[in-house]
């Protein structure tokens, strides 16, 4: 392939991990908004409406590091084309959906769908991206993924309140349509290996271990609960047990037993932890104690994709003077600042205080969220790249939702299931004080974690 190719090649890459970071993470965080409408039209409880954004996050999880297995084997494009295709038909049966359970359906082939683009398409930027434009690439793309996280509850709320929430997934269409066909114009040569098939045995301990650890978290105040999340650690350690035994292991011990994987995954998961529920303590704060409205609310907490974007492009830039791994614990350090502040939220906090402390958590994010990435594949050789950034994917994910059970566990033993009235507004801020506290403390010993990393940079 010449150099022209080469460029137009990586052109398209890029264009088709813009469109797809940015429709998968904008569905994840944008249908929450929708819930209140979504159980009106019908007639859902509460237990069946909070499965429909758990599902997509539980079978993304689950779904994320086989996927990336599978695209090291048999190619990322190929995984990445059929991913879009079930992401995209998944949506417009979601906009059509006609009851609660085809919802939840949809859902559920949207988190495969998206467990097939977003476990590959950074792989897929540095594989097609040469050393000194890959940096830029895989920020850019990260970037572009943090932006969409962020602003989906914006872009949802508007949709909402304008269009109804059919038209939450209506909007993801085109983005899927036109990733799909760039993507054909993409090239790609692989080497397929279709004897290393995936261990069964494997992905279900994984995906066993997965929901029991998320049960647990969304139910940690009940003894159902405790013993969930007993069970899932416990599948967790017989998962990596099994990669030493397994013909075909899910993810190669060669990576699982390696510090610099170990590291990286772990301080990822208590990065992303306090994505969500920072969002949704604040989301309540403003719009219940501080009287703002939802579209009001929803300006103030962009501040923090804003900063995310700047950061996450800029990061490339610094990479010129330093590690990926410095540039990570300075975002790590960021992070863990912006949650400190606030720990000094109170009724009369000034918004000043607020937009300050998002601007600070988006800087970090950037920085880090982009710097892990890079980790991920730089460290490690190419045919590992599927499943090193998938299984940082799942990290993250599963960060988002240990933050929430966290939150919500915390809520419940200081509110129980009381609305949030004047009366409790106290009890609300106190108990909110709580998660930012806990993962501030998390992130500042994470810190430590990209100091001994010492193999290559």
Same mark, same amino acid.
């Given at each position: 392939?010449?150099?022209?190719?080469?460029?137009?090649?990586?052109?398209?890459?890029?264009?088709?991990?813009?469109?797809?970071?940015?429709?998968?993470?904008?569905?994840?965080?944008?249908?929450?908004?929708?819930?209140?409408?979504?159980?009106?039209?019908?007639?859902?409880?509460?237990?069946?409406?909070?499965?429909?954004?758990?599902?997509?996050?539980?079978?993304?999880?689950?779904?994320?590091?086989?996927?990336?297995?599978?695209?090291?084997?048999?190619?990322?494009?190929?995984?990445?084309?059929?991913?879009?295709?079930?992401?995209?038909?998944?949506?417009?049966?979601?906009?059509?959906?006609?009851?609660?359970?085809?919802?939840?359906?949809?859902?559920?082939?949207?988190?495969?769908?998206?467990?097939?683009?977003?476990?590959?398409?950074?792989?897929?930027?540095?594989?097609?991206?040469?050393?000194?434009?890959?940096?830029?690439?895989?920020?850019? #793309?990260?970037?572009?993924?943090?932006? =969409?996280?962020? *602003?989906?509850? @914006? +872009?949802?709320?508007? !949709?909402?309140?304008?269009? &109804?929430?059919?038209?939450?997934?209506?909007?993801?269409?085109?983005?899927?349509?036109?990733?799909?066909?760039?993507?054909?114009?993409?090239?790609?040569?692989?080497?397929?290996?279709?004897?290393?098939?995936?261990?069964?045995?494997?992905?279900?301990?994984?995906?066993?271990?997965?929901?029991?650890?998320?049960?647990?978290?969304?139910?940690?105040?009940?003894?159902?609960?405790?013993?969930?999340?007993?069970?899932?650690?416990?599948?967790?350690?017989?998962?990596?047990?099994?990669?030493?035994?397994?013909?075909?292991?899910?993810?190669?011990?060669?990576?699982?037993?390696?510090?610099?994987?170990?590291?990286?995954?772990?301080? #990822?998961?208590?990065?992303?932890?306090? =994505?969500?529920? *920072?969002?949704? @303590? +604040?989301?309540?704060? !403003?719009?219940?104690?501080? &009287?703002?409205?939802?579209?009001?609310?929803?300006?103030?907490?962009?501040?923090?994709?804003?900063?995310?974007?700047?950061?996450?492009?800029?990061?490339?830039?610094?990479?010129?003077?330093?590690?990926?791994?410095?540039?990570?614990?300075?975002?790590?350090?960021?992070?863990?600042?912006?949650?400190?502040?606030?720990?000094?939220?109170?009724?009369?906090?000034?918004?000043?205080?607020?937009?300050?402390?998002?601007?600070?958590?988006?800087?970090?994010?950037?920085?880090?969220?982009?710097?892990?990435?890079?980790?991920?594949?730089?460290?490690?050789?190419?045919?590992?790249?599927?499943?090193?950034?998938?299984?940082?994917?799942?990290?993250?994910?599963?960060?988002?939702?240990?933050?929430?059970?966290?939150?919500?566990?915390?809520?419940?033993?200081?509110?129980?299931?009381?609305?949030?009235?004047?009366?409790?507004?106290?009890?609300?801020?106190?108990?909110?004080?709580?998660?930012?506290?806990?993962?501030?403390?998390?992130?500042?010993?994470?810190?430590?974690?990209?100091?001994?990393?010492?193999?290559?940079?």
């Amino acid at each position: 392939m010449d150099s022209a190719e080469t460029k137009t090649t990586a052109r398209y890459a890029l264009w088709v991990s813009i469109l797809v970071s940015f429709m998968v993470a904008y569905i994840s965080s944008s249908v929450n908004i929708a819930l209140p409408e979504i159980g009106e039209t019908f007639a859902l409880n509460s237990i069946f409406l909070g499965w429909i954004p758990t599902s997509y996050l539980l079978f993304t999880g689950i779904f994320l590091i086989p996927f990336g297995k599978i695209a090291d084997n048999y190619g990322k494009k190929k995984i990445i084309t059929y991913g879009i295709i079930i992401f995209t038909l998944a949506s417009i049966l979601s906009a059509a959906a006609p009851s609660g359970t085809i919802l939840l359906i949809s859902r559920i082939l949207q988190a495969v769908g998206g467990a097939m683009i977003f476990g590959n398409v950074y792989s897929m930027i540095a594989s097609v991206f040469k050393k000194n434009d890959k940096s830029r690439a895989l920020s850019v #793309s990260v970037g572009v993924s943090y932006v =969409g996280l962020s *602003t989906g509850p @914006i +872009l949802g709320g508007f !949709l909402t309140q304008f269009l &109804g929430w059919r038209s939450i997934f209506a909007f993801a269409v085109p983005f899927g349509i036109a990733a799909l066909l760039i993507l054909l114009k993409l090239e790609e040569k692989v080497e397929e290996d279709e004897n290393e098939n995936i261990s069964l045995i494997s992905t279900s301990v994984f995906a066993l271990s997965l929901i029991g650890i998320m049960v647990g978290f969304s139910e940690i105040t009940t003894y159902f609960g405790i013993l969930a999340l007993i069970l899932g650690s416990l599948g967790v350690l017989i998962f990596i047990w099994l990669q030493k035994i397994v013909k075909n292991p899910l993810i190669h011990p060669k990576l699982l037993f390696d510090r610099v994987y170990i590291i990286n995954n772990l301080t #990822s998961l208590v990065n992303y932890a306090p =994505g969500i529920f *920072t969002i949704f @303590i +604040l989301t309540l704060y !403003l719009q219940n104690i501080k &009287g703002l409205s939802p579209d009001q609310a929803g300006l103030l907490l962009s501040v923090q994709s804003v900063f995310i974007a700047i950061f996450s492009i800029s990061e490339s830039k610094l990479l010129k003077f330093l590690w990926p791994r410095f540039i990570a614990a300075i975002g790590m350090a960021l992070t863990a600042l912006g949650l400190t502040l606030f720990l000094f939220l109170g009724e009369n906090t000034s918004l000043w205080l607020i937009v300050a402390a998002l601007a600070v958590i988006g800087s970090g994010y950037g920085l880090s969220a982009s710097s892990s990435t890079q980790i991920s594949v730089g460290y490690f050789e190419n045919k590992f790249y599927g499943v090193s950034t998938a299984t940082l994917n799942t990290m993250r994910v599963v960060g988002q939702m240990m933050g929430m059970g966290v939150t919500l566990a915390v809520l419940n033993i200081f509110m129980g299931q009381s609305p949030l009235t004047p009366s409790n507004y106290a009890s609300f801020i106190e108990a909110s004080k709580i998660p930012f506290l806990i993962f501030a403390i998390l992130c500042y010993i994470s810190i430590y974690g990209y100091f001994i990393i010492r193999r290559k940079n």
